[in-house]
């Protein structure tokens, strides 16, 4: 059981280190004016297309 634990956490926190890594590669596009990177989501297999509509759903609100 503990095994288990301790890979599932392993998992995570590789996910969430991909994603860091991701933010600071945007930030430092962000201060030096070059083109940022594309997004990326938080579980790799993720497309982002719900969130992409979503903006899209609210710029015709507006």
Do not use: S
């Amino acid at each position: 059981m503990l095994k288990l634990v301790n890979g599932c956490l392993l998992v995570l926190l590789a996910l969430l280190l991909r994603k860091l890594c991701w933010c600071l590669r945007w930030l430092w596009c962000y201060r030096r004016g070059r083109e940022a990177p594309a997004p990326i989501p938080f579980l790799p297999r993720q497309t982002g297309r719900v969130f992409e509509e979503h903006l899209d759903k609210k710029r015709e609100e507006d």
